[in-house]
């Protein structure tokens, strides 16, 4: 029968994921910091004066916007959801958020805003800056923006938008009770702009180990998924154990 430590030995295999997954992300963003904020590859060439600090010859500054499309999120009515699967799957705001990836909650029949996969979705409304990333298409409401790399750089994208966090973190109650940022403000953020070819070097390395991290978040879930289908039967004796190895 399903006993609490064969639920116990699958919270310790989702903990196991989850592990692996921040220590990838770690992975990836030391590069990135190591690459666009010390830049230390870099440093044997010369450096130019910036409104940024020292940057790179060859490199510049620039806004979002230059390598981004951002849509702001707008809600369906609330007569459109649902949580039995019917219609896309829709975000509200970072309610759904996970550490990287938001989980599944309400889907929508009339989506109006997307998301496209891999695209980061940032919180607009307090806590401005807390940042996913779109697993699937998806459906967002008005606390949620969309940046999505208009050159498939999506690994650059998404750290660079947590390198921003700090600046993200001053809407946070700047001159009204909660905190928000508009179109405007997400597209004008002033980032450094390395060129293309940096880019893609970066992309390349880091792009399999976002992959890896999808994948098995992708299977995790699908683990999870198949223990909330059995579990409920098990319990109910509706399914046996023998019933799983015929």
Same mark, same amino acid.
């Given at each position: 029968m399903w006993t609490y430590s064969s639920t116990y030995k699958h919270s310790i295999y989702f903990? =196991?994921?989850?592990?692996?997954? %921040? !220590?990838?992300?770690?992975?990836?963003?030391? &590069?990135?910091?190591?690459w666009f904020v010390d830049f230390e590859p870099f440093k044997g060439g010369k450096f130019v004066g910036s409104e940024l600090g020292e940057i790179p010859e060859g490199w510049r500054v $620039? +806004?979002?916007?230059? &390598?981004?499309? &951002?849509?702001?999120?707008?809600?369906?009515? $609330?007569?459109?959801?649902?949580?039995?699967? %019917? $219609? &896309?799957?829709f975000y509200q705001g970072r309610t759904e958020f996970g550490d990287?990836?938001?989980?599944?909650?309400?889907?929508?029949?009339?989506?109006?805003?997307f998301a496209e996969p891999l695209s980061v979705l940032l919180s607009v409304r307090a806590p401005v800056g807390d940042i996913n990333i779109a697993h699937? +298409?998806?459906?967002?409401?008005?606390?949620?923006?969309?940046? =999505?790399s208009n050159n498939a750089h999506y690994s650059?994208?998404?750290?660079?938008?947590?390198?921003? /966090?700090?600046?993200? %973190? /001053?809407f946070n109650g700047e001159g009204t009770v909660f905190g928000s940022i508009n179109r405007s403000s997400i597209e004008n953020m002033t980032i450094v702009i390395p060129p293309n070819d940096i880019i893609e070097r970066f992309e390349?390395?880091?792009q399999k180990i976002d992959m890896k991290i999808? !994948?098995?978040?992708?299977?995790? !879930? !699908?683990? =999870?998924?198949q223990r909330d289908i059995l579990l409920p039967k098990l319990i109910s004796g509706e399914l046996k154990i023998n019933?799983?190895?015929s």
């Open positions: 903990s =196991k994921f989850q592990h692996i997954n %921040d !220590n990838l992300e770690q992975q990836a963003l030391a &590069i990135y910091r190591s $620039g +806004k979002l916007i230059e &390598i981004a499309d &951002i849509i702001m999120g707008q809600s369906p009515q $609330g007569r459109s959801f649902n949580e039995v699967g %019917d $219609g &896309i799957v990287r990836f938001p989980s599944i909650r309400l889907y929508t029949t009339e989506p109006n805003r699937r +298409k998806c459906c967002i409401g008005r606390g949620l923006a969309s940046i =999505k650059f994208i998404f750290y660079t938008m947590q390198s921003l /966090k700090p600046l993200l %973190d /001053k390349r390395i880091t999808l !994948n098995s978040f992708n299977e995790s !879930n !699908n683990l =999870k998924e019933d799983l190895h």
